[in-house]
């Protein structure tokens, strides 16, 4: 009988580790199919930016891309409410001030080679971002869905 309770406790401390050793990676899963699930219906980064970009007055504003407009970095919205401005991101350090565009939107895929830069010059108005759980961050870099994506106004 002890024997058998040992070999019971044993099962059931391996069982207990190894619980908790795929928990983290359960908690990851959860939080991507979370994403995927947003990135779906109206809950998206893309779609949030989307409809703030619709409810504010473009007039005379002109809107910076680093790329141009595609779907894997571009929100859905009224293109042609507002004045596009293309600037490739080799180019847009050389730009001097008055030649930046006011508004810049960057999703976080672009932002990295240019964030110093961004930081320096503009000023973020609204950033929309993955959904996470506690303690569990999503993962950007690990997926496709629901790219973290910013609205940055030039600094006066």
């Not at 406790?9 to 947003?38: E, M, Q, T, W």
């Not at 008055?98 to 508004?103: A, I, M, T, Y």
């Not at 993962?139 to 629901?146: F, G, I, Q």
Request: proline share 8%.
């Amino acid at each position: 009988f002890t024997v058998r309770l040992m070999q019971n406790r044993n099962a059931a401390v391996k069982a207990a580790i190894l619980l908790l050793a795929l928990l983290p990676s359960a908690f990851l899963c959860g939080v991507h199919a979370l994403n995927f699930r947003d990135e779906s219906m109206s809950l998206s980064t893309f779609d949030r930016m989307g409809n703030y970009l619709d409810s504010q007055d473009p007039q005379g504003k002109t809107l910076g891309f680093l790329s141009l407009p595609q779907p894997f970095y571009t929100p859905h919205f009224r293109m042609d409410r507002w004045e596009l401005l293309l600037v490739p991101p080799q180019k847009f350090p050389q730009l001097s001030r008055q030649e930046l565009p006011k508004w810049l939107l960057v999703s976080a895929y672009q932002k990295e080679p240019l964030e110093r830069f961004i930081e320096r010059h503009y000023q973020k108005r609204i950033g929309f971002y993955p959904s996470a759980l506690p303690l569990v961050r999503f993962r950007w870099k690990l997926s496709l869905a629901n790219t973290p994506i910013e609205l940055y106004q030039i600094s006066e």
